[in-house]
């Protein structure tokens, strides 16, 4: 069974249009995470929930809205997508108590035409 | 968040050890210093974690400094499949946030 498990895998798209990376996680864990990966590799948190709470923000555009239904999912809903959102998201969880590993899924490769 | 600085690259051969320098200087007291991996086209992974002792795990091991000011990741055997960029992470207390730089890929060769 996959710990953390993304889908779409890979996601071709216009701008403009509207979509959405689902993620799942089956470790019991109580915080999940998004990240961004864009074309220069770089690796930049996007939001954090705790038990379905909002903790972490980091200044994303309005049009990304995660969607957290219950604690073992947490989804990202993109609105009117641009050229610059093309990069590989990375949906993670981990544990809140303590110093613990996070663990990542295989990402989702978007690319906005 | 504190800095990192580590080396943009390294190159090992197989089954030789590897020691994967970071410098954090401005790590706080309370910080832990994690160690991450992403081997090609996938998510990063879990490496191992200390903060003040040395640590040893199946994966690899952590020195890390009297002062704390650097850290050292020791793979002691390098295989083809550890080929990926490590990056290491100072951390308030846990991997709520963790703050990527631009880590150090590893090239082993055959």
């Known amino acids: 069974d996959t710990a953390v498990s993304q889908t779409p895998k890979y996601l071709v798209t216009q701008m403009g249009n509207d979509k959405s990376i689902k993620c799942e996680q089956n470790?019991?864990?109580?915080?999940m995470y998004w990240y961004k990966q864009d074309s220069k590799k770089f690796l930049k948190i996007m939001f954090s929930?705790?038990?379905?709470?909002?903790?972490i923000n980091e200044t994303v555009p309005n049009r990304f809205s995660p969607k957290s239904p219950d604690k073992a999912h947490l989804n990202l809903h993109i609105n009117s997508l641009e050229l610059g959102d093309s990069a590989v998201y990375f949906c993670?969880?981990?544990?809140?108590?303590?110093?613990?590993?996070?663990?990542f899924g295989q990402g989702t490769r978007l690319t906005v035409v | 968040d504190a800095k990192t600085t580590q080396p943009n690259s390294m190159e090992s051969n197989e089954e030789e050890p590897v020691h994967l320098p970071c410098n954090h200087s401005t790590i706080s007291g309370t910080d832990y210093i994690h160690w991450y991996r992403q081997l090609p086209s996938q998510g990063p992974e879990y490496v191992i974690h200390g903060l003040t002792s040395n640590v040893n795990n199946r994966m690899a091991s952590l020195a890390i400094a009297e002062d704390r000011k650097s850290s050292t990741l020791i793979l002691h055997r390098a295989t083809l499949r550890d080929a990926a960029v490590y990056y290491c992470i100072p951390t308030q207390g846990g991997s709520e946030k963790l703050v990527f730089g631009k880590g150090t890929k590893l090239t082993v060769n055959p």
């Open positions: 929930y705790n038990n379905k709470e909002l903790i």
């Open positions: 470790l019991g864990h109580d915080t």
């Open positions: 993670a969880s981990s544990s809140r108590q303590g110093p613990t590993e996070a663990f």
